[in-house]
């Protein structure tokens, strides 16, 4: 089991920044994906950025440019920089870890509310 606790979100104005973190502990891999997701009010969960164990990292075309991703060889923990921040980033963004070979390891955070105001 893996355990996730994010931190890190709030109120911010248009342009604005945050730095979300996301800790993990339990049965920790080095070789996981390590990744942010978020989930607007009525619509789907999305992709915002993920980073492999070597350093790969994934953007959602709507961040790029604006949200960098980074984290630590352990893989226990993940960073998300959010800089000029939009209203339509406004959601509530959760930190994933799976690994790529094993199907089932595949664990989720309880979500960190992020709110930008226009």
């Known amino acids: 089991q893996v355990q996730l606790v994010e931190s890190g979100g709030g109120l911010v104005e248009t342009g604005g920044s945050l730095r979300l973190s996301c800790v993990a502990s339990g049965n920790i891999w080095r070789s996981n994906v390590m990744g942010w997701y978020r989930q607007a009010p009525g619509k789907r969960r999305e992709l915002v950025a993920t980073?492999?164990?070597?350093?790969?990292?994934d953007f959602a075309d709507s961040v790029k440019g604006r949200f960098t991703i980074s984290r630590d060889n352990a893989g226990s923990t993940v960073h998300l920089q959010m800089n000029s921040l939009k209203p339509e980033d406004t959601a509530v963004y959760y930190c994933?870890?799976?690994?790529?070979?094993?199907?089932?390891?595949?664990?989720w955070g309880q979500g960190t509310q992020v709110t930008v105001s226009s």
């Open positions: 994933n870890v799976r690994n790529p070979v094993y199907y089932g390891y595949d664990y």
């Open positions: 980073i492999t164990s070597g350093g790969t990292m």
